[in-house]
Nanobody
Framework: QVQVVESGGGLVQAGGSLRLSCAAS????????MGWYRQAPGKQRELVAV???????TYVSSVKGRFTISRDDAKNTVYLQMNSLKAEDTAVYYC??????????WGQGTQVTVSS
């Protein structure tokens, strides 16, 4: 069993910053991808950023230059630093963890609200 827990969401004014954290725990041998998705009201869930083990990050174009994903593999943790936030970044942000064996896990989601 694997648990994925996010933290760090909240309410921030446009132009502000937030840092999301996600920790995976449980029966983990090795993690392949760790990433962040988001889902705004009435919209489909979309990939925000993903980072493979030992690889380079990939971002959705709308957050490039503003968001930075990073990993601490010793702690099975992934972070999302979000700067210059915009109202359109408002969404529930979900952490996604893909193990090398193929299993995938989602966190419960954390709300990010950007006021304009």
């Amino acid at each position: 069993q694997v648990q994925v827990v996010e933290s760090g969401g909240g309410l921030v004014q446009a132009g502000g910053s937030l840092r999301l954290s996600c920790a995976a725990s449980g029966s983990i041998f090795s993690i392949n991808f760790m990433g962040w998705y988001r889902q705004a009201p009435g919209k489909q869930r979309e990939l925000v950023a993903v980072m493979p083990s030992g690889g380079s990050a990939t971002y959705v174009s709308s957050v490039k230059g503003r968001f930075t994903i990073s990993r601490d593999d010793a702690k099975n943790t992934v972070y999302l630093q979000m700067n210059s936030l915009k109202a359109e970044d408002t969404a529930v942000y979900y952490c996604h963890v893909a193990l090398n064996g193929g299993s995938r896990y989602w966190g419960q989601g954390t709300q990010v609200t950007v006021s304009s």
